[in-house]
């Protein structure tokens, strides 16, 4: 090779880099997490979530298209005043290009508007609200873990086809309690079941005894907790105490690993709920949650986690196929490309955002089950994410519609 | 089945023994404070979180040092009694004898900062704490079903009310306690220490949050901010029965842990704004409380 040629294939290489750095705006590719780090929602997402994104960047190289990737991360202490403020700060003045993480919905709800305004993407890796891909969607959310719907309907269905068909509900009263117990009760009735009484307790009741005893002395087969968090903990402490364990079945619509965790297997041992995934499924869900928990000091990933890492990894691999990070074609290619991956079974991101993909019917391990603390449920059913996300068309959501 | 007027009596007095059982927790809980209040000055901002405590520390009992719920019982009250001495010794009595805001945010403080770091070691989950083996199980009343634990409690709860009533009003400690409080220049004068008094009132107080917190650790989730939810009632419960009266603390409390009940059975939604209402009630019609002094 002589001087000349050498010269030009060096200019063109150098042409070839600087042109794909040209389509990364600002040089990097920059990933905000937002999260609780100190409320409620600390161990579902938190400093996990922030973990996790660190490393799906990790494994992806730390750079995409020759560019470093960037992550920053922040509390949201769950108000959407806070979120909206640092979403604000993050888009304006430190060029971040996608955010993840957020658990409350009404944060969420806060930062894909703004986001949106921006044409910037959303990863909805944490929040429970359907809203986001149904009558709020947005060309710019994908939400990934789970949903209310998923939820209701992995828990609801199996049930009610197998003969429970009478239930009584025990409802956080708020939005969030009130979309639940909407969610289930569709589909306990379109499955031919019927609700037979619900109680609206206010968020943080400490003493569920009242509502427990009504709903005993309501003759349903199954009591189900449309709350969260420490509700669903005290609400379910409250059944087993009062011998209701025994008589009916209860079952949690929102339950995360860590609450199954936080409860003695002697009172929750039985119960049945519906996750977006397990740390110990299989092979490949064990070999990442390890990699996870030995970065996390030994605590297991819930579902939020395993999602957050899943998203972003998508994301990075978007982005890299589509030879840009301008929002709009990587999200084209976000919904082209299949997500398959240890989280994500059949997955693929479905025009309105919804990233559908199978949920896991689980039933709580009784003590005498379990070979030590981190060994929480047995996998019952794998609902295929069709049945266990609504349906596109049942959504509303205007963009996605008008495009069919 | 009996009813009147639509109304389920069987399960109408299954709600009222619920919140007899609910008011016994209130009245202990809301004694503590009102001894606090009543016999220091001190508005204890800290007292949900010192219940946390209580909890916590059976929890941590049990899981590190396998002390049982009976000795949890036993030594988590002094535990907490001891941390509440160091407490008062160290930060509240340099600012006693300022307004009482002060010891108000001081102590509103130190309950943010218990609650920060219980939220840093354990989390927010919650953690699991067994019902003790004897206390497990109950017995089928005509009307509901009453586990033995609840009956437990209301018998255990009523037992330590009134012991304490009996102490600060009707022997010669609780007088001098009273008199200590009323005139200090007057008792010091008569060779009493009171200071010390002082001091071991705060742990007292202390003791008794912590002993709500042990009696509710195997029913409620242990959690950081336990404390922080049931407080604010406790507080509204304090006001109606009167600031500092002893009395009106217990009575009150187990009248509002009825008056929820009844809230929960009919209107579950106005469950935890109830209390908050029939203090305003209260407090316009009487602003020294149910059985407070008029000033």
């Known amino acids: 090779m002589n001087l000349i040629s050498k010269i030009l294939l060096a200019s063109a290489l150098v042409a070839s880099t600087s042109a794909a750095q040209a389509n990364i705006s600002d040089g990097k590719v920059k990933i905000g997490v937002m999260g609780d780090m100190g409320g409620v929602y600390a161990e579902i997402c938190g400093r996990g979530c922030v973990e996790a994104v660190q490393m799906a960047v990790d494994d992806f190289g730390g750079k995409v298209l020759g560019s470093p990737i960037e992550v920053i991360s922040a509390d949201d202490q769950n108000k959407p005043d806070l979120g909206s403020t640092i979403a604000r700060k993050w888009i304006e003045t430190e060029q971040v290009d996608v955010i993840n993480g957020s658990v409350a919905s009404s944060v969420t709800g806060a930062i894909t508007k703004l986001m949106t305004e921006h044409e910037k993407i959303t990863l909805i890796s944490a929040s429970a609200s359907h809203a986001f891909t149904t009558k709020s969607c947005s060309p710019f959310n994908a939400q990934w873990t789970y949903d209310v719907v998923a939820m209701a309907n992995g828990t609801v269905k199996p049930m009610v086809q197998s003969g429970k068909k009478k239930w009584f509900f025990v409802t956080a009263d708020y939005a969030f309690g009130h979309a639940l117990e909407s969610v289930a009760t569709d589909v306990i009735q379109a499955n031919g079941g019927e609700v037979v009484g619900a109680v609206r307790a206010p968020l943080g009741t400490t003493d569920f005894s009242s509502y427990i005893l009504q709903a005993q002395s309501s003759g349903a087969d199954v009591i189900a907790l449309a709350n969260a968090g420490n509700d669903m903990v005290n609400s379910l402490k409250t059944a087993a105490e009062f011998g209701v364990t025994d008589m009916m079945d209860i079952a949690g619509l929102m339950v995360f690993t860590q609450n199954a965790q936080a409860l003695d297997p002697a009172i929750a041992g039985g119960m049945k709920l519906t996750i977006g995934f397990y740390w110990d499924m299989d092979e490949q869900t064990r070999e990442w949650s390890k990699r996870y928990m030995a970065r996390m000091g030994g605590a297991i990933p819930s579902m939020i986690h395993a999602g957050t890492y899943s998203s972003t990894m998508h994301y990075l691999k978007a982005v890299e196929a589509a030879g840009t990070d301008e929002s709009r074609a990587v999200m084209a290619k976000m919904k082209e490309m299949p997500v398959e991956d240890f989280f994500s079974r059949n997955g693929f991101l479905r025009k309105d955002g919804r990233m559908v993909h199978d949920m896991l019917q689980v039933r709580i391990k009784k003590a005498d089950e379990r070979r030590d603390g981190n060994d929480i449920f047995a996998i019952e059913n794998v609902i295929p994410g069709k049945d266990a996300y609504l349906p596109l068309d049942k959504g509303g959501c205007d963009f996605a519609l008008s495009q069919n | ?295």
Not at chain 2, 160 to 180: M, N, Q, S
């Open chain 2, 1 to 295: 089945m009996a009813t009147l007027f639509d109304i389920n009596l069987f399960a109408l007095s299954g709600q009222l023994l619920i919140g007899l059982i609910n008011g016994s927790f209130y009245a202990l809980l809301a004694l503590g404070l009102a001894i606090i209040f009543g016999l220091l000055k001190i508005i204890n901002f800290s007292h949900g979180a010192l219940y946390m405590l209580g909890a916590f520390s059976a929890w941590i009992g049990l899981e590190y040092l396998q002390l049982n719920y009976w000795w949890a019982l036993v030594l988590v009250p002094l535990g907490i009694g001891v941390f509440g001495i160091l407490l008062e010794r160290t930060l509240i009595r340099p600012i006693a004898h300022e307004d009482h805001l002060y010891s108000l945010l001081l102590t509103f403080g130190i309950a943010l900062i218990l609650q920060g770091l219980f939220t840093h070691w354990f989390g927010s989950s919650g953690l699991p704490y067994a019902i003790p083996e004897e206390l497990q199980g109950g017995t089928r009343l005509p009307f509901m079903y009453l586990p033995n634990y609840r009956a437990w409690i209301i018998m255990f709860s009523l037992v330590v009310c009134a012991g304490t009533w009996y102490l600060i009003e009707k022997t010669k400690l609780g007088a001098y306690l009273r008199a200590g409080t009323e005139n200090p220049q007057l008792m010091q004068a008569f060779g009493i220490n009171v200071p010390l008094i002082v001091t071991l009132t705060y742990g007292f107080g202390a003791g008794l949050a912590g002993l709500a917190g042990v009696l509710a650790a195997p029913i409620y989730s242990v959690a950081p901010e336990m404390g922080s939810n049931i407080l604010i009632v406790v507080f509204a419960i304090v006001v109606i029965g009167g600031m500092g009266s002893i009395g009106g603390a217990i009575l009150t409390g187990l009248a509002m842990g009825v008056v929820e009940g009844l809230t929960k059975y009919f209107y579950p939604e106005a469950s935890n704004t109830v209390i908050f209402l029939v203090m305003v009630l209260v407090l316009l019609t009487k602003p020294a409380g149910l059985f407070g002094k008029e000033a």
